[in-house]
């Protein structure tokens, strides 16, 4: 299938616009802390400076080439199995078996990048999830089979998985509307992160109903809510220009992102709630590790990319 | 251009991979020692510990840096003991040899105001699960008593690289470092607080089983 590379000036635009938000947020930031200096407002400056950087080196890597921007998830990804497998207790006798699971990363990227959806769909679900099993049992320890095959399914699903879904938006490339696949992804990405901090925001502001007080203690109805609403106002605006959806349409897919993202959020948080860690690692200063990150990315993305690609592309992409 | 070749080392090889096949969390980094002379204790899983240790020190230390590794390990063989010698930089000390004082080399690095790195394990021993500690470093800290001994606590390299393995397989990994402390009282009363310390850095790490 032939794709290609040449990106739209609406990504570019769609690129610039974040850059205002993000400037908008920074003032913001800055008068809270000077209005009320303090460990909390230190903490939310922080996170900004990190918003910076991450939004630097996303846009670098999807303007560079759809080569570079597909590596770039790769890397994002392996980063994110890496704290996984790191954070779950594992057993000696399948280090080498874990060395496989880093190495079907590149495998199930290339499949998105040639666009081999029937590839991309059933390497890890099908063929990594008989391998490992396989692997485990020939490898001859049937103590903590159980534990170490299951853990290990479900971080491959979750991390490598669902998050290679944005670089098959990447593949769409010109079939995927005005702003081609780099435009989904960015409306993807960026209404998934808005509204993370939309639905912080709300929820520091308005927030007093709790929705899932054991697993997630500060995640609140008015919070959920208002990231939803927000979400969905930006996505009604950004959905025509950057994919080939209507207003209506994309203002839908705006609160199933919002949605979707909140599952995810809270799904990484009753894992990382039992595994006894707050953070799941220390390399974004403010935030945590990439898994706290891309958290709602986890699930938003499976669900955006098929949504997609039955409803919207009707098989297509 | 043996100096130049172990800075290059560090900054082209050892950090890269430390950054992007395996990944430190690191904490209590304020307490690692900015001058010598001092002694840094660490328990010991993997041969990354050492690299490991050193990329945590800015590269104009590293002249200064030296982990004290088994002469007859290490000096076993000529192109091994020039690595270990030169761009590791170890200090070599004779394993259950019959000198007067086996810890005269690494006083006398003390004095010169070299930062030791030391691993009281005395070998890599089983990945992840520490073994006792050997009393050298009771004696050392007690001859140079003024010199600060600074804890560190590491997990994880061990399953990147464990003793018997050459393949790496990508594990991020927790150093904590602890305040420093001084000698006092007697060799047992020291290992028992040294114990003491460790432990309370251990539980600081996020440590799951790796059986």
């Known amino acids: ?317 | 251009m043996v100096k130049f070749l172990r800075i290059a080392f560090f900054a082209l090889v050892v950090r890269p991979v430390l950054l992007i096949v395996l990944g430190m969390n690191v904490r209590g980094r304020e307490n690692l020692p900015t001058k010598g002379p001092a002694i840094i204790v660490a328990n010991h899983n993997s041969h990354l510990d050492t690299v490991t240790l050193l990329a945590l020190f800015p590269l104009r230390d590293l002249p200064r840096l030296r982990p004290v590794a088994a002469a007859d390990y290490f000096l076993k063989n000529k192109l091994l003991s020039w690595f270990a010698l030169n761009i590791i930089g170890i200090l070599p000390l004779d394993r259950g040899g019959i000198k007067k004082n086996p810890l005269a080399d690494l006083e006398a690095a003390l004095d010169r105001g070299d930062i030791l790195i030391l691993f009281p394990e005395g070998s890599r021993g089983e990945p992840e699960q520490r073994s006792d500690f050997k009393r050298g470093v009771a004696f050392l800290a007690k001859a140079r008593s003024e010199t600060p001994v600074h804890p560190v606590f590491m997990h994880g390299l061990g399953k990147a690289l464990p003793k018997g393995s050459f393949i790496l397989v990508p594990f991020n990994c927790d150093v904590v470092a602890g305040a420093p402390f001084k000698w006092e009282g007697d060799p047992k009363g020291f290992m028992e607080s040294l114990e003491v310390k460790m432990n309370a850095l251990a539980s600081k790490g996020h440590v799951q089983p790796w059986e």
Do not use: C
């Not at chain 1, 939004?55 to 560079?64: G, L």
């Not at chain 1, 081999?116 to 001859?140: D, E, N, S």
């Open chain 1, 1 to 317: 299938m032939e794709i290609i590379d040449g990106l739209s000036n609406r990504v570019f635009w769609a690129i610039g616009a974040i850059y205002g938000l993000l400037i908008f947020a920074s003032i913001m930031v800055a008068v809270l802390k000077r209005r009320s200096p303090g460990e909390a407002t230190t903490e939310l400056s922080r996170r900004v400076t990190s918003w910076w950087f991450m939004i630097t080196i996303f846009t670098i890597a999807i303007v560079t080439n759809r080569i570079v921007s597909t590596v770039f998830l790769g890397l994002m990804t392996y980063l994110a199995l890496k704290e996984y497998l790191s954070l779950i207790p594992t057993r000696r006798v399948d280090r080498l078996i874990l060395l496989f699971a880093y190495w079907a990363i590149p495998v199930q990227f290339y499949f998105a990048h040639q666009d081999r959806y029937g590839l991309f769909l059933t390497f890890i679900p099908v063929w990594m999830f008989l391998f490992f099993p396989m692997a485990m049992t020939l490898a001859g320890k049937t103590e903590g089979f159980l534990r170490a095959v299951g853990t290990l399914s479900w971080g491959m699903m979750i991390t490598v998985f669902a998050l290679s879904h944005t670089a098959m938006l990447l593949a769409a490339g010109d079939k995927a509307g005005p702003a081609g696949g780099a435009g989904l992804l960015l409306f993807l990405v960026a209404l998934t992160q808005f509204n993370d901090v939309a639905q912080f925001t709300w929820g520091k502001l308005f927030g007093k109903h709790k929705i899932t007080p054991a697993v997630s203690p500060k995640k609140t109805w008015e919070g959920f809510l208002g990231g939803l609403v927000s979400t969905a106002a930006l996505a009604a605006l950004a959905g025509p220009y950057l994919t080939p959806m209507p207003m209506h349409w994309s203002a839908a897919s705006g609160a199933m992102i919002a949605i979707a993202g909140f599952l995810g959020d809270i799904t990484i948080s009753a894992f990382k709630r039992d595994l006894g860690v707050k953070d799941s690692g220390g390399l974004i200063p403010g935030h945590g590790g990439i898994l706290d990150r891309v958290d709602s990315l986890t699930y938003a993305a499976p669900v955006f990319y098929h949504a997609m690609h039955f409803f919207v592309f009707g098989g297509r992409i």
